[in-house]
C-alpha cells in the first residue's frame, strides 16, 4: 500500500483538527480488534499490550461479554435508578460476593467511584467516627492516579494533571508511597480513610515494599480508619488474583472498582463495602442517572461470572512469571530495571537510549501497542487472554529495538 491509499494520515489530521489536545495518542488509528490483536484502517495488525489501562483484561470483544451486551441490547439499556431492572440485583449480589462485602454501589467511571469512596468514608467520619463536621482528613500517597475530576487532582502530585486546575479541594494529607512511618505520623483524630493503590499503575506499576500493605491495614485498625483500596486498574484478575491487594492477605473496608468491569464494552465502575460503611448513605444522598443501567450491569455481571472461576487470575499469575522472566533478561541490555505483578510490569528503559515515548512508537512500527509515562517508563498491561507465544514475540520486538 502506498502512502497515498493510507488512511492514517488523513484521519490523524482530522482528530488534530477537531478534538482538545487532552491526549498525545500513538499514530495509529484503529478500527478492529479481537482476542489481543487490534487492526487499524489500512489494515496493518498489532497486538495490544496496554488493554485500555486494564479495561480489556478479558480482551477486546470477548464472546461471552458481546453476547451479554447483544442481548441486553435487545431489551432495555436504561432505566434510571428512579426504577428496578431484573438486572440491577443479580450484578449487585454477585459483585458483593466476589468481593467479600455486603453492599455495592454501582457508577460509571473509575473517578466517580472514587469520588463516591470520598464522600461515603467522609460521611462514615461525622456519622459514626464522631469526627467534627468540615474537619475530615483522607490520607493518599504521592504518585497517586485516582482520576481527574477537581477534587481527585487536588491530592495529586503530577503537575500535567493539577496545575492550573485551582482552587484545590482541602481535606487530604499526602504522604510518600511505601513509608510506613510517614504514614502513621500523618494520622489524626480527624483522620477517616487511607486512600491508595496497592500497585500505583500510572507511576510507573510501582510495587510497594513487602508488608506495607498489611501495616496501611494494622494502622487503619488501631485508630479507627477506613483503608480503601483503589483496584480500578490494578484488580479483577490483572496481578494474579481478583484484587492485587491480597498478595499481602489484605482485606481493605471499601474497594474502587472500574475500567474491566465494564468488559471494554462500557463504563462500568463501584464501589464494595459492608453495610457499616456503604449503609451511611440514604436516598437523594448521592446518585448517578446511567449508574447500574441494565446495559452495564449485564455486562458486569459476565464479567463477575468469569472471574469467579479464576481461570483469568491462574492465566495472569502464570503468563505473568514468564512475562517478567523475559523482561527481567533484559535489564543490562537497554533496560534498567522491571516492575509489577501478573501480566502487569513498568519497564524503565535506559534514558541513553529511548524515551519511553520513543520506545513506543517504535513498538508500533513493530506491531506492539504500549504507553509510556514518566520519561523513560513503558507500561506493558496486554489483556489476560494474550498467550504466551504473543508475549514472546512483544518481547522480542521490544529487544529488538533496544538493540537498533
Avoid at 510495587?207 to 494494622?218: D, E, I, K
Avoid at 481478583?242 to 465494564?262: N, R, S
Avoid at 517508563?377 to 514475540?393: G, N, Q, S, Y
Avoid at 518481547?395 to 538493540?403: F, K, N, R, T
Wanted: include cysteine; glycine fraction near 10%.
Amino acid at each position: 500500500m502506498t502512502t497515498v491509499d493510507m488512511q492514517t494520515p488523513a484521519r490523524l489530521e482530522e482528530a488534530e483538527r477537531y478534538t482538545a489536545h487532552n491526549y498525545h495518542p500513538l499514530p495509529v488509528v484503529i478500527t478492529e480488534g479481537e482476542g489481543a490483536w487490534v487492526t487499524d484502517v489500512d489494515g496493518r495488525r498489532y497486538l495490544d499490550f496496554l488493554a485500555g489501562y486494564s479495561a480489556l483484561n478479558f480482551g477486546h470483544r470477548h464472546p461471552g461479554l458481546i453476547a451479554a451486551a447483544h442481548a441486553q441490547l435487545d431489551r432495555i439499556t436504561l432505566t434510571s435508578r428512579a426504577f428496578v431492572h431484573d438486572q440491577f440485583a443479580e450484578f449487585c449480589r454477585s459483585l458483593a460476593e466476589l468481593c467479600g462485602k455486603d453492599l455495592v454501589l454501582p457508577m460509571n467511571t473509575g473517578a466517580e467511584a472514587v469520588e463516591t469512596a470520598i464522600k461515603v468514608a467522609r460521611k462514615w467520619g461525622y456519622q459514626v467516627k464522631g469526627v467534627p463536621d468540615g474537619q475530615a482528613e483522607i490520607i493518599v500517597a504521592d504518585g497517586n492516579f485516582h482520576g481527574r475530576t477537581t477534587t481527585i487532582v487536588s491530592f495529586s502530585t503530577d503537575s500535567d494533571a493539577k496545575a492550573d486546575f485551582g482552587p484545590y479541594t482541602p481535606g487530604f494529607t499526602i504522604v510518600p508511597y511505601g513509608d510506613e512511618a510517614a504514614l502513621r505520623a500523618a494520622v489524626t483524630p480527624n483522620t477517616v480513610a487511607v486512600l491508595m493503590e496497592p500497585i500505583q499503575g500510572e507511576a510507573g506499576v510501582l510495587v510497594p515494599p513487602v508488608g506495607y500493605l498489611a501495616a496501611v491495614r494494622a494502622l487503619c485498625d488501631d485508630n479507627n480508619v477506613l483503608m480503601v483500596a483503589d483496584e480500578i486498574q490494578s484488580g479483577l484478575g490483572r496481578t494474579g488474583r481478583t484484587f492485587a491487594i491480597e498478595h499481602e492477605g489484605v482485606v481493605p473496608d471499601m474497594y474502587v472498582l472500574g475500567k474491566a468491569l465494564g468488559g471494554g464494552i462500557v463504563p462500568v465502575s463501584a464501589v464494595a463495602a459492608n453495610r457499616d460503611v456503604l449503609g451511611v448513605l440514604k436516598p437523594g444522598e448521592h446518585g448517578s442517572t446511567f449508574g447500574g443501567n441494565p446495559l452495564a450491569c449485564a455486562v458486569g455481571g459476565e464479567v463477575v461470572r468469569l472471574l469467579a472461576t479464576g481461570e483469568f487470575q491462574r492465566r495472569s499469575a502464570e503468563l505473568g512469571e514468564h512475562l517478567h522472566n523475559r523482561l527481567n533478561a533484559l535489564i543490562g541490555r537497554g533496560v534498567v530495571a522491571v516492575r509489577g505483578r501478573g501480566l502487569w510490569a513498568g519497564v524503565d528503559i535506559d534514558p541513553a537510549l529511548l524515551t519511553g515515548r520513543q520506545a513506543c512508537e517504535r513498538l508500533a512500527e513493530r506491531g506492539v501497542l504500549a504507553k509510556d509515562t514518566h520519561g523513560s517508563t513503558i507500561r506493558l498491561a496486554p489483556p489476560l487472554v494474550v498467550t504466551r507465544e504473543e508475549i514472546d514475540h512483544a518481547v522480542d520486538q521490544l529487544e529488538a529495538i533496544l538493540a537498533s
